[in-house]
């Protein structure tokens, strides 16, 4: 399959022999076949586990996977991303979100300069600067401590802090206030506008490249929010960028003392751990932002140095690789149960889908197999009341992670364990499903007649065989959530290296923002005519019409 001609691999080939044999096999016999299933197919690091026993597997197909990683390199490319190759080929970039988690020693290479020094610098001023935030030292223009902190950035320089903030804001200091300013759409701005002071509010304004129309577009609107209310000179006080370009920053009238750098060896939906991170640390306090980059290191170890077979990140891919190439099913669903972790799966359908959402490979061909699969989500336990009805008896299946945190930030009466048992039963029910037989039964002991539970069997029977793995840890803290992020970033890594694929630009994202360039003049009635398709001709012509 790989290389200019795609020709299937020996391992490749061996799977699809491994596939045919299992796909019959069903799970609930394989327990029953193996008391140790659990523990055989359990792996365990810093109080995360990861039970991945209620999959399609057997130790003939683990094996066999693990053999595709080996074929494929996996090992050496994981070394070149630490070493800081430029493994983001096609932008000539290497990719060291590593480093902006390395708390070791260790010096981490980019063009042959250590990365290292300026990371902790910018750390350092980050940590300061929040502080000052926290503290009160940091003041708005008027002298007033400055309480709601307003993120103004769109897809990665949103989405992280936003889903961070969420999930952690049982640990947000008192009195602080996080904003999140994202679409273009004038009601994002509004609706978190209405209501602020001018006073207290700082406005972070969150872009790497700072050309991003949306995030410049919010910026100026916000800007001029607080300039009529409290002058032009207000603005040092209550407006930061984080970026990559100097220039803009200055162009956009922020001074570049109140910018925090990253770099272009930073992908934006990997940049949550950088200067990105900035609305984190003023609402969790800087220590605790420390932690999430200590869980995030911890897994970043462990996937370097671990053996395949116990390599939490290493084996997730190869389980969705086994799925999306050999079972054919090109989604997958991510099920936090915790509402704090509400975000999770937005979050993740940016780290994977704009990672792998790919199709020609690294010899500049077109691939013939599946790469980056659909993921979707939701906060257990309300999507049991949604989509859940597909995942049980919809014609395919679609492998679930369930994340579950044990204890909950507000353990209030027994709603935690009635949500625990939710989640348990779910992976339970999709693997173990109801056989006809055991419905009938279920059907006679309720006393049906005999014609209501022929009527009735079928659609009370559930196929079962549905994979799911579980990620249980303690408690949702900055720890565990790190190392939860990182496990993500380095399935969605490995998975890249097999399909062989860059995971780490995209392209995709370029081609409506260049088309909407091209219709913006004509909606503005600064040009006319231009060349589109009809139907897009006809849908302008419309929109002006509704719009007058
Ligand atoms: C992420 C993408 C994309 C990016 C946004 C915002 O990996 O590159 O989601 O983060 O387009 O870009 P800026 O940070 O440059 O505004």
């Known amino acids: 399959m790989f290389g200019l001609s795609q020709n299937k691999t020996k391992g490749w080939k061996r799977l699809e022999r491994e596939y045919k044999r299992i796909k ?65 080929f096609t932008e000539n970039r290497s990719v060291l979100h590593i480093a902006l988690r390395n708390r070791s020693n260790r010096k981490i290479l980019s063009d042959g300069k250590d990365v290292m020094p300026q990371i902790r610098e910018v750390l350092n001023k980050m940590k300061n600067f929040s502080e000052a935030v926290r503290l009160g030292k940091f003041k708005g223009q008027t002298g007033k401590k400055l309480t709601d902190i307003v993120n103004i950035g769109i897809g990665g320089s949103d989405l992280g802090p936003f889903m961070v903030c969420e999930a952690l804001k049982k640990y947000w200091a008192k009195g602080i206030h996080c ?36 995030t410049l577009t919010n910026a100026k609107t916000c800007r001029k929010w607080l300039v009529d209310s409290l002058g032009e000179h207000a603005v040092a006080k209550h407006f930061v960028a ?112 704009e990672s792998n959402g790919k199709s020609v490979d690294k010899n500049n061909s077109f691939v013939k197999y599946a790469t980056g699969p659909v993921l979707f989500g ?14 049980h008896q919809g014609t395919e299946p679609v492998p ?7 204890i909950s930030h507000n353990e209030i009466g027994n709603h935690h364990t009635i949500l625990l048992s939710n989640v348990l039963a779910q992976g339970e029910a ?42 249980l840890f303690k408690k949702i803290d900055p720890f565990a959530l790190g190392q939860l992020i990182a496990l993500y970033e380095h399935k969605v890594f490995v998975q890249g290296i097999i399909w062989n694929i860059n995971s780490f630009d995209q392209m995709g994202v370029e081609l409506g923002k260049q088309l909407a360039l091209n219709i913006l003049p004509e909606l503005e009635n600064r040009a006319f005519g231009l060349n589109h398709d009809v139907s897009t001709l006809a849908l302008i012509k419309e929109v002006k019409k509704l719009r007058k």
């Open 400 to 406: 679930v992670d369930f994340i579950v945190p044990a």
């Open 24 to 88: 019959k096999v069903q799970m609930r016999n394989l327990f029953e076949q193996d008391e140790r299933r659990a523990e055989k197919y359990t792996l365990r690091l810093n109080g995360l586990t990861l039970d991945y026993s209620k999959n399609r597997i057997d130790d003939k197909v683990l094996s066999a996977l693990l053999n595709l990683a080996k074929e494929r390199g996996v090992t050496q490319k994981i070394k070149e991303m630490f070493d800081g190759s430029k493994i983001n």
């Open 179 to 214: 904003h999140f300013i994202s679409n273009i759409d004038g009601t994002a701005c509004a609706e978190v506008l209405d209501g602020l002071n001018p006073e207290t509010t700082l406005f972070i304004v969150a872009s790497k490249t700072f050309t991003t129309i949306e």
């Open 242 to 353: 984080l970026s990559t370009n100097k220039a803009e920053v200055e162009k956009f009238g922020i001074n570049p003392e109140n910018m925090f750098e990253f770099w272009n060896f930073v992908g934006g939906r990997y940049s949550v751990w950088s200067a990105i991170g900035l609305i984190i640390c003023i609402a969790i306090g800087f220590e605790n932002f420390e932690k999430l980059l200590d869980g995030a290191f911890a897994m970043d170890e462990h996937f370097r140095k671990a053996e395949p077979q116990n390599n939490m990140p290493l084996i997730l891919a190869l389980l969705g690789v086994w799925y999306n190439n050999f079972f054919n099913i090109h989604r997958y669903a991510v099920i936090p149960y915790d509402q704090y972790l509400q975000y999770l799966p937005s979050y993740l359908q940016q780290l994977d889908m």
């Open 430 to 471: 999709l693997m173990k499903g109801k056989t006809i037989s055991e419905a009938t039964e279920e059907l006679r002991q309720s006393g049906k007649s005999k014609q209501e539970i022929e009527s009735l069997k079928k659609y009370k029977s559930f196929t079962g065989n549905r994979p799911s793995n579980t990620l």
């Open 378 to 391: 939701g906060a257990g336990t309300n999507v049991q009341h949604s989509f859940f009805q597909l995942l």
